[in-house]
């Protein structure tokens, strides 16, 4: 049971704060997915592959993170609590900004400037850097991956940790680097904070921005790394077992996309054994690259 609220409110802060507490949370639940109320002014712009199930956000094990946005839960300027509806509105205002911001962006420079200049998702105010991507812009092979971690963060730059490590040798292994041939990004591009998982609505924020960077990359092929991109990018529910190896497309415009969602290289350093199924799926991969003529 925790200790009554203690009178001064720095104790009690401090309290929370050692306790673990690292979120304004209101004391009822918040449905950040509650359709914006059609008498809005200002509508999300369209992105291509919108309402497709490639394109729609998928549930996942993500829907179990902490529903956060102090944003959205604070108080307001006034002090007084939003109602539930209203609270709902800033989060799905931070989706439709994302989306409309996102669909004007022309260029991948453009994109990755509009994502360091972005504050509608709480995820940023913890992290230290956007991490945008690596690689060659001008790839076939575009690789996503789920969020950046503590060295990511640091760095600026996606998969450089002990992960990063092992995917450039797996890479390596069917002749691609990301310093020539291949592209890599993730699905969140802000860290959370201590690796903890992203919430629906932090998901959901970032979709938009990575949709579009699909769209102005281009990719000939797009590599899955792990459960939560696969999820995230594909609509699908199943887990990575039984969605690995297998070719799926994703439609940019109306040019579809082979995706394959293989093993993340986090899950291989904590499973080497299944080493050799990542192996199986990079040759596919390979295979296909070069029946593209992309290899
Ligand atoms: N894991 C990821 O999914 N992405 C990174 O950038 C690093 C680790």
Redesign the pocket.
Known sequence: MPPEPHPDPLTTLAWLVESGADEAVQDTPVNRFVAPSPSRTSSPAPLTGEGNANARPARSHWEGGKPSSSTASGPTASGARPAPEAAANPSSDHIGRAMEVAAACTTLPELKATLESFEGSPLKRTATNT?FADGNPDARIMLI?????RD?DRAGL??V?R??QLLDLMLASIGLSRTENAYIT?VINWRPPGNRDPSPEEAAINLPFLRRHIELFDPGIIIL??AV?ARHVLGKTEGIMRMRGKWSEYFVGARSVPAMPTL?P?YLLRRPIDKKLAWRDLQAIAAKARELKIL
Not at 145 to 149: D, K, N, T
Request: aromatic residues 6%.
């Open positions: 991490v991956g789920e969020a950046p971690g990511e996606p998969f940790g992960a990063g993730n790394l792990g991109s993340h986090a």
